[in-house]
């Protein structure tokens, strides 16, 4: 059983910038790809950033250039650097897993966070 547990969400001023954290326990982290997505207030869940098992990132149209996806597979890291945030960028965001390859606009994981809030301020 695959367990993810995102940290770091908050409350920020617009143009300010939080660092998301996804710690991974389980079965073998390095072997799988590892996605951000987020859910608004009435709105559909939706892709942010996903990274494969090798390093390759991928990004929607939204947050590139904003936001950075990384991965620490000693220690079954997925972290999610937001800079520049904007209002607009408020939601739940969660951390999600699989084991197929991961593409820009993947929204079908296996494994998924309990989300984390986080809420920019204008």
């Known amino acids: 059983q695959v367990q993810l547990v995102e940290s770091g969400g908050g409350l920020v001023q617009a143009g300010g910038s939080l660092r998301l954290s996804c710690a991974v326990s389980g079965r073998t982290f390095s072997s799988y790809a590892m996605g951000w997505l987020r859910q608004a207030p009435g709105k559909e869940r939706e892709f942010v950033a996903a990274?494969?098992?090798?390093?390759?990132?991928y990004y929607a149209d939204s947050v590139k250039g904003r936001f950075t996806i990384s991965r620490d597979n000693a220690i079954n890291q997925v972290y999610l650097q937001m800079n520049s945030l904007k209002p607009e960028d408020t939601a739940v965001y969660y951390c999600?897993?699989?084991?197929?390859?991961?593409?820009?606009?993947?929204?079908?994981?296996?494994?998924w966070g309990q989300g984390t809030q986080v809420t920019v301020s204008s």
């Open positions: 990274i494969s098992w090798s390093g390759g990132t």
């Open positions: 999600a897993g699989r084991s197929k390859v991961v593409f820009t606009g993947a929204t079908e994981y296996d494994y």
